[in-house]
């Protein structure tokens, strides 16, 4: 791109308590510590090196999910809306999130109980906007935002997530609209009109870096030939310390335009 950009991205440091971290459809096992911070760092400077300015929210170190900072809150232009996660254990990781934009100058709107809502299972292009209900988050977290986004001219559709955390595990969208998903993990690929299987979990999960790249785990090597075969660039990142914990990349950073 020619053009300045003027993209940010929000990252926030994983804190020491990291393995204690939540799961719902893994096993546990161990992460390391120190590798996880080495490939924080690495995500984060791949962001840096893509043009990207990376704004750190303080660090909660009492909270072991706190890394997973996108599930904190939904951008759209000025208005950051604050979520209200669905796990107990979640809900004191938005304040430092919401200061933060505060801070930056966005205008602030929160989700209200009983409205549960996490940001990983909320899926935006352009004005669409994919809300995914299962465990984390509920109708009433759904229409909140609705009501909240519909100013700005987004309309809400709501999709079902059983099969996996978050919808965001289950499918993202390329720079063009097309949804990427592996199929087995999708509850409904029939609820988007432009639907790419994808052959490995981790390729479902891809951050939009500009209109012609993409950033990947480095766990879906066949998914990433297949959108370098679409004409996409790929950078890839290693974040095996993240999916233990049912990370993926789009969980470790809020981007946020304009
Ligand atoms: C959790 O269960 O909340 C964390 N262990 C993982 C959160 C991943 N976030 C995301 O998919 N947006």
Redesign the pocket.
């Known amino acids: 791109m020619n053009t300045p950009r003027t993209t940010r991205a929000l990252v926030r440091r994983p804190g020491p308590r990291l393995d204690d971290?939540?799961?719902?459809h893994l096993e546990r096992i161990p992460v390391d510590l120190a590798l996880a911070e080495q490939q924080w760092r690495s995500y984060v400077e791949a962001l840096r090196t893509e043009g990207w300015e990376t704004i750190e929210v303080p660090p909660a170190d009492d909270c072991?999910?706190a890394v997973?900072v996108?599930?904190t809150v939904v951008v759209l232009d000025d208005l950051a809306v604050i979520s209200r996660?669905g796990?107990d254990?979640?809900k004191p990781e938005t304040a430092a999130t919401e200061a933060t934009l505060a801070g930056l100058g966005y205008r602030i709107a929160r989700i209200e109980a009983p409205g549960t809502l996490?940001?990983?299972?909320v899926l935006k292009h352009e004005r669409t906007v994919w809300v995914g209900l299962g465990g984390?988050t509920n109708s009433e977290g759904m229409e909140q935002l609705a009501a909240h986004l519909a100013p700005l001219g987004a309309r809400v559709v709501g999709v079902p997530v059983a099969l996996v955390?978050?919808l965001?595990?289950a499918v993202t969208a390329l720079p063009d609209g097309t949804v990427v998903g592996f199929e087995p993990l999708v509850d409904d690929p029939g609820a988007w009109d432009a639907f790419l299987p994808v052959p490995e979990e981790a390729g479902s999960h891809v951050v939009v870096l500009d209109e012609s790249a993409v950033l990947m785990s480095t766990s879906a090597p066949r998914t990433q030939a297949l959108l370098e075969e679409r004409g996409l660039r790929v950078v890839a990142v290693d974040i095996s310390e993240?999916e233990k914990?049912?990370?993926?990349v789009?969980?470790l950073s809020v981007r946020l335009r304009g």
């Open positions: 971290g939540l799961l719902t072991p999910d997973f996108e599930d996660p796990a254990e979640r996490d940001g990983g299972d984390r955390l978050h965001k595990s993240f914990l049912e990370g993926c789009t969980c």
